[in-house]
């Protein structure tokens, strides 16, 4: 990933961002930060986090997701309106799709964003565009 790119589906409300080989959790957080500063970004937007075949998440250790847990509490309540953005986790692979679950179980208690992990992207694209579930 270096150099953070995210794709704005406007019509969606998504934004999206595809993990690759280099994604390490201090990129993602780059990124993540970078994002309000992106025309057409607005607080109302769902994310879309897609792990790539190639992404290694040797970095996503627990020690680096409690960090990344910090920074996310004080960015999802400074950037993201509404009672409950949804955050969106998706990756085919069997046993990377345990980091995404981790962190799907870290931030189910006292969480402003709802988040859930799927094997595909139409998969949670229905889930982001569903009201209130």
């Known amino acids: ?25 201090l990129n993602l957080r ?3 930060a970078e994002l309000p500063g992106i025309p ?7 994310l879309l986090l ?3 075949d190639f ?3 040797e970095t996503f250790t627990p020690a680096a997701m409690n960090d990344h847990q910090t920074f996310m509490r004080g960015w999802n ?6 009672h409950s953005p949804k955050t969106a986790l998706v990756c085919a692979d ?7 679950e981790l962190w799907s179980a870290m931030t ?26």
Do not use: C, N
Not at 5 to 23: M, S
Not at 94 to 99: G, H, M
């Open 30 to 32: 780059h990124s993540i």
């Open 94 to 100: 069997d046993l990377k799709r345990i980091i995404p």
């Open 40 to 46: 057409g970004w607005q607080s109302d937007f769902d």
């Open 77 to 82: 309540e400074r950037y993201r309106a509404g």
């Open 108 to 133: 189910r208690e006292g969480w402003k964003t709802r988040i859930a992990v799927f094997t595909t992207r139409p998969e949670a694209l229905e889930w982001l565009a569903e009201d209130g579930t």
């Open 50 to 52: 897609i792990i790539g």
């Open 55 to 57: 992404a290694t998440l």
């Open 1 to 25: 990933m270096g150099k953070a790119h995210w794709t704005l589906h406007r019509d969606l409300k998504v934004a999206e961002l595809v993990f690759g080989a280099d994604t390490s959790m």
